[in-house]
């Protein structure tokens, strides 16, 4: 049998300047016809910045879909056809003011495949290089630094809650976990 799925229709309901909503109609192998909402999303970029003590800066500000301050690791939209690792290295400039000496590709998410195409591509960074942080005008973040430790505390209580962060942060834990029962 084929798992094929076709795409029937697409009914634009919204284009906006960071996502546009769509209403695809689909066929699945079975025959059975379906519609489906999605928010169309370019894709974005989020990195782990590390100091040389092994802290972690993380970025608390509003996220006005949840009505709340959240704590999460540095991250930002694609901009059309940008590369996710120079979208990266802006937002750890932007949004902490450090530059990383070294950039390493940890892992890509979708982190609400259900209705959304956004993919994230997460890194993280070493030899931070002390640079000027440069917000957006309607961003306002304050800059946290916590061990892995207290991150894994914080995840475990509840207190970081977004989605990217604790995909990103875990991973970490596991390859250092990794890393430890190899030597």
Same mark, same amino acid.
């Given at each position: ?48 910045? +590390? ?6 800066? $993380?970025? #608390? ?8 301050? &959240? @704590? ?67 961003? +306002? ?6 061990? $892995?430790? #207290? ?8 207190? &970081? @809650? ?22």
């Amino acid at each position: 049998m084929s798992k094929e799925v076709k795409k029937l229709d697409r009914q634009q309901v919204f284009k906006g300047r960071i996502l546009d909503v769509v209403i695809d109609s689909i066929t699945f192998p079975n025959g059975q016809e379906a519609k489906r909402e999605m928010v169309i999303h370019h894709g974005a970029a989020a990195i782990v910045p +590390f100091d040389n003590e092994g802290n972690i800066y $993380l970025v #608390e500000q509003y996220r006005h879909p949840v009505g709340d301050y &959240i @704590l999460e690791i540095p991250a930002g939209t694609l901009e059309p056809g940008e590369d996710p690792k120079v979208c990266a290295e802006r937002e750890l400039e932007e949004e902490i003011g450090y530059k990383a000496g070294n950039i390493q590709h940890l892992m890509d998410i979708y982190p609400a495949v259900g209705f959304s195409t956004e993919r994230i591509a997460i890194y993280t960074a070493h030899d931070l290089i002390e640079s000027e942080q440069n917000l957006d005008e309607d961003e +306002f973040v304050e800059v946290k630094k916590f061990s $892995l430790d #207290e991150i894994v505390e914080m995840i475990d209580n509840g207190q &970081i @809650l977004d989605s990217k962060s604790i995909c990103a942060l875990l991973k970490i834990v596991k390859d250092m976990k990794l890393e430890q029962d190899t030597l």
